[in-house]
């Protein structure tokens, strides 16, 4: 990388508050092509700005001009960081597994979910089944859901769960309301149309996964292999 360009970014990533804007406001000003038209500076610009201000329009309107999405190009950023997350925690990929073999278990049986991994609490058991006429909806999902589906459901579901527990320490996923946007996401990903059972309400951690019981407390079903050996 350019040593001009370096600096920039260096400067950019160091400056806070009204010396940031301050010095955006002298690079925009200068409009030195080498930097303004640098994947790089604008990238790191606008990652250190928020919202939709004066900032954001003109940043927005440099990657256009240098045929660029703005937004493509945070999204992927932010892909990027969550991938090179997993890899440096591997420790993460059997609680998230678990998690995600779960769900897609639920997809295709819902009536009779695995639970051959969690630690069901029993009074919890009658709380995940479905009633007779929810029943129908398991041959609808098994006739929806192909291998090529289904591997892209997971691959977008560790992804999405790995990069909720980057920004926010945990996952929350539910199959109806709150905490639906990820699981959605993977759906959607998939082209997937499936219902599941109501009321699933889970919390995946680094090392464990909660459920919520019929009062809506959280109960430990699953704990990693290397959380249990530290205990």
């Given at each position: ?137 398991e041959k609808s999902n098994q006739k929806n859901i192909t291998p090529e589906k289904e591997k892209v459901f997971r691959q ?76």
């Open positions: 990388m350019d040593k001009d360009v370096e600096e920039v970014i260096k400067r950019i990533n160091e400056l806070s508050g009204k010396e940031l804007g301050s010095y955006i406001d002298q690079l925009l000003n200068e409009n030195d092509d080498k930097i303004m038209k640098n994947k790089e500076v604008l990238l790191t610009i606008a990652n250190r700005i928020n919202g939709f201000g004066f900032h954001h329009r003109i940043i927005r309107e440099k990657f256009h001009d240098i045929g660029l999405n703005m937004q493509a190009e945070l999204d992927k950023l932010d892909y990027e960081k969550t991938v090179q997350y997993l890899e440096d925690h591997p420790e993460l990929i059997e609680t998230i597994d678990i998690a995600v073999n779960w769900w897609i278990s639920v997809i295709k049986q819902p009536f009779f979910a695995n639970y051959s991994n969690f630690q069901i609490p029993l009074e919890m058991a009658p709380y995940f089944q479905l009633d007779y006429s929810e029943k129908k909806i977008v579901l560790v992804h999405e769960i790995a990069d909720a527990i980057r920004k926010e320490g945990s996952c929350r996923l539910r199959a109806d309301t709150f905490g639906f946007d990820r699981l959605g996401h993977a759906l959607e990903k998939a082209n997937l149309r499936v219902s599941f059972p109501k009321n699933i309400n889970m919390l995946v951690k680094p090392t464990e996964i909660e459920l919520a019981n019929s009062s809506g407390h959280f109960d430990v079903v699953y704990e990693a292999s290397n959380n249990s050996k530290k205990k």
